[in-house]
T-cell receptor, first 112, second 113 residues
């Protein structure tokens, strides 16, 4: 298995909703990442998990809450989002420090 | 910290023509450098990577890139572009000792018939 799987592919949520994005990989990668990508912009790093521990939080608002239940899974819990949070959310994983990333196809999030 | 700059926001080439996408990096030592491609609405796919050694790197889909220390560049090339190569291309570098890949602004490639 050489893929990163993200679910759902599309999500529409209201500003008072609570939802979660899921990411799964079975490549034995020990680092996992969440990126946010707005239209016509590069991906922006949100969080990094290394060996299931949060190692980087790029000053992301608390309405985004990451979770790494085990080495294969990464969740992003969403609560009280704003319309400007609408974006493509990408998950990625890598084998080790500075290794090449494998990206999922993303979740297209729309906040209404 | 390491960073990359992609000077070209948008490039248009004719199908069958050659392609070169520019990437400049800023770092004192030899950096790790990557090129990724993103089709509309999709995730990013690794095209190729440079860690050390041979400065000409071969990637997937017929792409190659050359690391030139004297020019601080890592330009992506393809001898003959296909319509399916139309996409966004990102040069990337991990700037520090953490696992955090940072991307250039991207170059959007349009392929004319």
């Amino acid at each position: 298995d050489t893929e990163v799987t993200q679910t759902p592919k599309h999500l529409v949520m209201g500003m008072t909703n609570k939802k979660s994005l899921k990411c799964e990989q079975h490549m034995g990668h020990r680092a996992m990442y969440w990126y946010k990508q707005k239209a016509k912009k590069p991906p922006e790093l949100m969080f990094v998990y290394s060996y299931e521990k949060l190692s980087i939080n790029e000053s992301v608002p608390s309405r985004f809450s990451p979770e790494c239940p085990n080495s294969s899974l990464l969740n992003l819990h969403l609560h009280a989002l704003q319309p400007e949070d609408s974006a493509l959310y990408l998950c990625a994983s890598s084998q080790d420090h500075r290794g090449a990333y494998t990206f999922g196809s993303g979740t297209r999030l729309t906040v209404v | 910290a390491q960073s990359v700059t992609q000077p070209d926001i948008h490039i248009t080439v004719s199908e069958g023509a050659s392609l070169e996408l520019r990437c400049n990096y800023s770092y004192g030592a030899t950096p790790y450098l990557f090129w990724y491609v993103q089709s509309p609405g999709q995730g990013l796919q690794l095209l190729l990577k440079y860690f050390s050694g041979d400065t000409l790197v071969q990637g997937i889909k017929g792409f190659e890139a050359e690391f030139k220390r004297s020019q601080s560049s890592f330009n992506l090339r393809k001898p003959s572009v296909h319509w399916s190569d139309a996409a966004e291309y990102f040069c990337a570098v991990p700037p520090g000792n953490n696992n955090d890949m940072r991307f250039g602004a991207g170059t959007r490639l349009t392929v004319k018939p």
